[in-house]
Nanobody
Framework: QVQLVESGGGLVQDGGSLRLSCAASARTFSSYRVGWFRQAPGKEREFVAAIIWSGASTNYADSVKGRFTIARDNAKNTVYLQMNSLRPEDTAVYYC???????????????????WGQGTQVTVSS
């Protein structure tokens, strides 16, 4: 069982930046792939970014490519999402998710992850 705790959300102005963190309880977190998803009010949860167990490969939704960066520090059991050039349409609850996997492919669908955090709110004002 893995517990995931997101932090770093908040209110930011259009064009601003935030860095989200996803801290995991598992000592073997380095063997988990991790994804970030977001859900805006009245919308389905959508993929944002993903990173494989080693950090060697990442994947992004087209809507955030070039603005967001996912990275991990396995020594700290933490995955980060650096969000730059934020827009009002980025407003959502952001969730991190994980599945134990040595697979070197990134996965973009919610059903491909077993563990989820409670989410952190990101609000971008115009």
């Amino acid at each position: 069982q893995v517990q995931l705790v997101e932090s770093g959300g908040g209110l930011v102005q259009d064009g601003g930046s935030l860095r989200l963190s996803c801290a995991a309880s598992a000592r073997t977190f380095s063997s988990y792939r991790v994804g970030w998803f977001r859900q805006a009010p009245g919308k389905e949860r959508e993929f944002v970014a993903a990173i494989i167990w080693s950090g060697a490969s990442t994947n992004y939704a087209d809507s955030v490519k070039g603005r967001f960066t996912i990275a991990r520090d396995n020594a700290k059991n933490t995955v980060y999402l650096q969000m730059n050039s934020l827009r009002p349409e980025d407003t959502a609850v952001y969730y991190c998710a994980a599945r134990r996997s040595w697979d070197n492919s990134n996965y973009n669908y919610t059903y491909e992850y077993d563990y989820w955090g409670q989410g952190t709110q990101v609000t971008v004002s115009s």
